[in-house]
Nanobody
Framework: QVQLVESGGGLVQAGGSLRLSCAASGLTFPTRAMGWFRQAPGKERDIVAAINRGGSSTYYADSVKGRFTISRDNAKNTVYLQMNTLKPEDTAVYYC???????????????????WGQGTQVTVSS
């Protein structure tokens, strides 16, 4: 059974930084692409960043390009999201997710992900 556990969320002032972590178990982690999504109150859950299984290819939503960095450590079964220059509009619950299938490439659609973490709250004050 796949389990994803996010950590690292919290309250930060605008302009600050946070680093989210997602520890995975119950799967062969290096064979799966991973993604980070976020959901603000009353809004859809949207892709923030994604990374292929080897860590060589990444995707970022336009709203976070240049500020957020996704990375992974396959030896630790963990994916990270470094968030810098945070803005109040980054406030949301952040979720990590794992690709449904063993395949190459970066996944950007929610439907392509099969397992999700419980989420971690990120709140950015102005």
């Amino acid at each position: 059974q796949v389990q994803l556990v996010e950590s690292g969320g919290g309250l930060v002032q605008a302009g600050g930084s946070l680093r989210l972590s997602c520890a995975a178990s119950g799967l062969t982690f290096p064979t799966r692409a991973m993604g980070w999504f976020r959901q603000a109150p009353g809004k859809e859950r949207d892709i923030v960043a994604a990374i292929n299984r080897g860590g060589s290819s990444t995707y970022y939503a336009d709203s976070v390009k240049g500020r957020f960095t996704i990375s992974r450590d396959n030896a630790k079964n963990t994916v990270y999201l470094q968030m810098n220059t945070l803005k109040p509009e980054d406030t949301a619950v952040y979720y990590c997710a794992v690709d449904r299938f063993v395949r190459e490439g970066v996944r950007t659609a929610k439907s392509e992900y099969g397992s999700w973490g419980q989420g971690t709250q990120v709140t950015v004050s102005s």
